[in-house]
């Protein structure tokens, strides 16, 4: 065949090659349909309760982390942080405990029937039982529930400056905050809190502080707390029996110290408002009674939506959430210049509302409180009755207040007739505390 001929019959087969390849594509080549999707639905902001201050046998309480999870989920919590003093709940650890007659045997009896045996790890060192503690992360998908329940690593940061004691929690921590010591307590509040603060830093993640019980050893006064800029949170009541939460003639209610600190941070320091806590701090769950450290008596209702950390820390942050020992809202919420509350009412039970405020033009000097002969008391200071004003007080399950512009800040209290089942201190009835707005 001509050399000619032979070439165009090449390039005729090239182009009808390529035509053919470029003329049928497999399904796989085919650009796929552009799928519409349909916007996701936002979640709508619910109510999570949760309790921030737990105790188990890692630090001084007296039953199994498991367990203690399990009750509050029984008891229809939706988050827990379990706070041991200055540790985690992390590594192998093992404790003495047998079937005997002892609290912590009672604690293993109990842990036995609801775990099992297959769960319970046991074992006899020199005649004596012990029980490995399991760490969070092995039991936590036990008891984890989406939407449900969920635990959150905190810990509680023990110290004292001094005689007083000084402590504080750190929830949805990461590392261990190994405390330090500072020239006063104001000094020792701050510089704790603020390695709280470059742990979230470093993580890029939400970790909240809070001050515990100031009552307590009555290690913190008022004035300790208003130049803590780190400080933003405290608890204005825990269910411990011996933290004092209501103070006696020489010493001022947690309530108390409330007021004054947000009226000379708001009114003179140009600093943020403190949020309340309520918590349980419980370390017995075996004996339930009057003096007993026992879980149910304070907790936080935190409007979210969803439950997870980030989100409960958020809203907190933003003042979102409300304190109870027993009280549920519907809603508090503000509109325009009035605070409107919705309380959910039992049968037979009647609320009180007091709106609790501050005025503009208050006196906020104080003076030592004195002893018998006379001389200043190491105790937060006596200031102006007009300090925590009760400025209004509403019955019923719909209070409101509207703003006059002349407060410096707002919170209210709501108190029922219901006793409570297992009360911090006797003749206690169910309580919640709002979180404090500005006009």
Known sequence: ??????????????????????????????????????????????????????????????????????????????????????????????????LDDTVRGVALRKYLDRYGKHWVERRTIQNKGQVRLKPMAEYRNVLEEPGQFMLVPGEEITHRFAKNPIHMNAINLRDVIRPLDGRDPTETIALNMRLVEEQRRTLGRPILSFLNHPNF??????????????????EVFNGHPGVRNYGDPDHASCERIWDIVLALRLGKLGLPIVYGMATDDSHAYHTYAIGKTNPGRGWVMVRAPYLSAEALIRSMEAGDYYCSSGVVLNDFQRKDKQIAIS?????????????????????????????????????????????????????????????????????????????????????????????????
């Open 343 to 439: 309380i959910r009412g039992e049968e037979g039970v009647t609320y009180k509302t007091q709106f609790v405020t501050t005025m503009k033009g208050t006196s906020l000097e104080s003076s030592p409180k004195l002893d018998k002969d006379g001389k200043p008391l190491e105790v937060t200071r006596v200031y102006d009755d007009a300090i925590g004003k009760v400025i209004a007080e509403v019955e019923g399950l719909e209070p409101r207040y509207t703003f006059t512009g002349d407060e410096l800040y707002v919170r209210a209290k709501i108190t029922s007739t219901k006793p409570h089942p297992n009360p911090y201190a006797k003749g206690d009835v169910e309580v919640a505390w709002t979180q404090p707005m500005r006009p």
């Open 1 to 98: 065949m001509p050399r000619t001929l032979r070439s165009c019959f090449l390039i005729l087969f090239v182009v009808a090659a390529f035509s053919a390849a470029t003329a049928w594509q497999s399904p796989a080549d085919e650009p796929a349909p552009t799928e519409v999707l349909p916007p996701l639905k936002a979640a709508a902001p619910t109510w999570y309760k949760g309790n921030l201050h737990t105790h188990s046998l890692w630090s001084d309480g007296d039953d199994f982390p498991e367990m203690i999870a399990d009750w509050y989920k029984r008891h229809q919590y939706h988050f827990l942080a379990l706070t041991e003093h200055n540790t985690f709940a992390e590594g192998d650890r093992w404790i003495a405990a047998d």
């Open 217 to 234: 050893g009555w290690g913190v006064r008022a004035e300790d707390m208003l130049l803590a800029e780190q400080l933003r949170f405290f």
